[in-house]
Nanobody, 123 residues
Framework: QARLVESGGGLVQPGASLRLSCAAF????????IGWIRQAPGKEREGVLC????????YYKDSVKGHFTVSRDNAQNTVYLQINTLKPEDTAVYYC????????????????WGQGTHVTVSS
């Protein structure tokens, strides 16, 4: 019943921007912290950032600060990830995940995970 669905990925050139969406079905995102996690080819999953129920952003990786922006639209039951100035090293499958605790915390322990959306940055 409860699930998350990511969308918005694709093939883009370096320097381009993308906005990924994470829509929730079967539950209300208002009460969940939402994390964005990515898995690059041949690498382990790593957390990128997380937004709490109050809209506060926490970063798992300092390197994404200034290029990744997360926001939430509770009316649409959707969380967005804006990625600017994409680089080839940003190529990965991007997942969103929900934590019923409502606050962002270390680790990748979430209650619900999406199926992921592919982002490929290549010239």
């Amino acid at each position: 019943q409860a699930r998350l669905v990511e969308s918005g990925g694709g093939l883009v050139q370096p320097g381009a921007s993308l906005r990924l969406s994470c829509a929730a079905f079967g539950f209300t995102l208002d009460y969940y912290a939402i994390g964005w996690i990515r898995q690059a080819p041949g690498k382990e999953r790593e957390g990128v950032l997380c937004i709490s129920t109050t809209g506060f952003t926490s970063y798992y990786k300092d390197s994404v600060k200034g290029h990744f922006t997360v926001s939430r639209d509770n009316a649409q039951n959707t969380v967005y990830l804006q990625i600017n100035t994409l680089k080839p090293e940003d190529t990965a499958v991007y997942y969103c995940a929900a934590d019923r605790g409502g606050t962002c915390r270390p680790g990748l322990e979430f209650d619900y995970w999406g199926q992921g959306t592919h982002v490929t940055v290549s010239s």
